[in-house]
């Protein structure tokens, strides 16, 4: 029963991380929750007993796990992007250029998003059964971050890279992700230049198409709108109105990066990680 209840113990824990002299990225210590007023936890060490250390980095792989599935995975790939693709499928027409731009991207989604909530994020479903958070604490885990996610930021490689201080690969050498994510991230942007360019023209030229073009218009405004109680998308550019082809062209390759790229990195090497039944 405590099971199916999600009665399960979960951390909110610390970790300290030093780059040695192999180059590697090895944890150095690590507390298992954030110490409140009078409340003071132990912060665990390589030094301590073997077993110890062991169960520590199993707690902190497990903590991570379970945000990682509910946040970088279900909420901001799978979940944002139906958000993009409702927006941009009740707005621009089939045979608009944008829309045939970004449905490739939008493929299969909705039936996806749809399976994994009738199977994995229902009420004793996957997420109850497999995870510690559970369903109801992902989706608060993901609530929480709602708040302060935004497209322009977290949603937009370089930014997301210099805001949590691992763009440098002399300070962070051997970090894969950025390595082979930056230059794709860079390579899509300048593919959804090339394409927004056809359309609407040289961004050095007159403007005038994109701002009249209503129907991408209502898609930069559907994309931050609260009506019916939706969630709006933080920092999108324009925040409503696409003025420059500058900021079509950088929501156009936050959407396709993350629907792709990002959902890869995502996705595609759990069992690597989640294998190991204690991660998890």
């Known amino acids: 029963a405590a099971f199916k209840n999600q009665n399960r113990p979960m951390c ?3 970790g300290l991380f030093f780059v040695n002299s192999k180059k590697n990225l090895e944890p150095v210590a690590i507390q298992m929750y954030p110490n409140e007023e009078e409340e003071q936890h132990p912060v665990f060490l390589p030094s301590d007993p073997p077993h110890t250390w062991l169960y520590a980095k199993m707690w ?8 990682h599935q509910a946040v970088p995975h279900l909420g901001f790939t ?9 927006a941009a499928k009740t707005t621009l027409s089939r045979s608009h250029p944008i829309q045939r731009l970004l449905e490739p991207h939008f493929f299969n989604l909705m039936a996806i998003n749809n399976f994994g909530t009738e199977v994995l994020m229902n009420e004793g479903g996957g997420f109850a059964r497999l995870t510690m958070s559970g369903e109801k604490g992902a989706f608060e885990v993901i609530r929480e971050r709602l708040k302060t996610w935004r497209m322009d930021v977290e949603g937009t490689l370089p930014a997301d890279l210099r805001n949590r201080g691992v763009d440098d690969a002399e300070a962070l050498p051997k970090y894969y992700y950025r ?4 230059p794709i991230y860079h390579a899509i942007r300048e593919y959804v ?6 359309f609407y023209g040289d961004e050095n030229g007159d403007e005038v198409k994109l701002k009249e073009d209503f129907e991408i218009q209502a898609f930069a405004k559907a994309l931050v709108s609260t009506e019916g109680g939706r969630v709006a998308i933080k920092g999108v550019p324009g925040n409503g109105t696409f003025s ?12 396709i990066f993350t629907s792709s790229v990002q ?7 759990q069992l690597d990680e989640y294998g190991f039944v204690p991660n998890f």
């Open 179 to 182: 390595d082979d994510a930056l």
């Open 78 to 86: 799978h979940l944002m992007i139906e958000a993009c693709a409702l």
């Open 193 to 198: 230049r090339g394409m927004v360019e056809i």
């Open 60 to 67: 902190f792989n497990c903590a991570d796990a379970n945000y």
């Open 263 to 269: 959902h890869a990195a995502v996705n595609f090497m």
């Open 244 to 255: 420059t082809l500058d900021e079509l062209i950088q929501t156009l390759t936050s959407i």
């Open 12 to 14: 909110a824990p610390y």
